[in-house]
């Protein structure tokens, strides 16, 4: 009884150093990143500062995946997906998104949307109050309008009137009935009718940095629509 209440004793803490040890059993308990090749794997591997080979290895694997995570993207299965693409342009854009020159520079405040990147951002004079985030613009047929616009209504709890009563939350309309406002379906599939679309979350911040009043200036031109091969075909 004795012998048998020390193995056990002994086993406990054999299992528990286990746990403790780096290398062991316990600790390499971690699904393994096993994506394919995506389609933009060079451009991920060139802005991961990776080898630049366009295939993927597992230490581009891991490297895609934590970026996909701080991106909060989903699934961040380490795959160079379209949307994976997407937010390195818009991590790309963090630094200087108006390096082109294309918004205005001047002393007012100004919502910046760059069609060709689909991202906006938020400046007055040469300083970002509003960090570059991603868009859906209007699709084929339902542009969303380039030029100089006034945000001229808000309504934070906003439903469509003309596509299904469509929740349209934090909407801040500045060009007719188009607006910028939050979206719960895929931002990187497809294209809206006219409207910036946001994940929810930004339009949240927009809501809270943009007024009745403040210019948005829209440029560029909605790239074509992008279908790929998932991580598992």
């Not at 794997?41 to 490297?63: N, T, V, Y």
């Not at 934590?66 to 991590?91: E, I, K």
């Not at 906003?158 to 801040?172: A, D, K």
Request: proline residues 6%; glycine residues 12%; charged residues 20%.
């Amino acid at each position: 009884m004795r012998t048998y209440g020390m193995w056990r004793v002994a086993t406990a803490v054999t299992v528990l150093a286990g746990a403790l040890l780096p290398g062991t059993a316990a600790g390499a308990d971690e699904t393994p990143c096993t994506a394919g090749t995506g389609p933009y794997q060079r451009q991920l591997e060139r802005h991961l500062r990776l080898p630049e080979d366009g295939r993927q290895s597992p230490a581009d694997c891991r490297a895609i995946s934590a970026f996909q995570a701080r991106s909060d993207l989903f699934p961040a299965n380490g795959y160079a997906s379209y949307p994976t693409y997407r937010m390195m342009l818009v991590a790309r854009a963090a630094a200087n998104p108006n390096a082109g020159r294309r918004c205005p520079v001047n002393s007012h405040l100004v919502a910046c949307v760059d069609l060709a990147r689909q991202l906006m951002w938020v400046q007055k004079g040469k300083r970002i109050l509003y960090r570059p985030v991603p868009i859906r613009s209007g699709r084929d047929g339902y542009e969303t309008r380039t030029g100089s616009h006034r945000v001229h209504l808000r309504h934070k709890d906003h439903y469509s009137s003309l596509y299904n009563r469509s929740p349209m939350p934090y909407s801040q309309f500045f060009d007719g009935g188009q607006a910028f406002h939050g979206s719960y379906g895929d931002l990187f599939k497809g294209g809206s009718h006219g409207c910036v679309n946001l994940r929810v979350g930004d339009a949240r911040r927009l809501w809270g940095v943009l007024r009745k009043g403040d210019r948005v200036v829209v440029w560029g031109t909605r790239p074509g629509v992008v279908r790929e091969v998932g991580p598992g075909a």
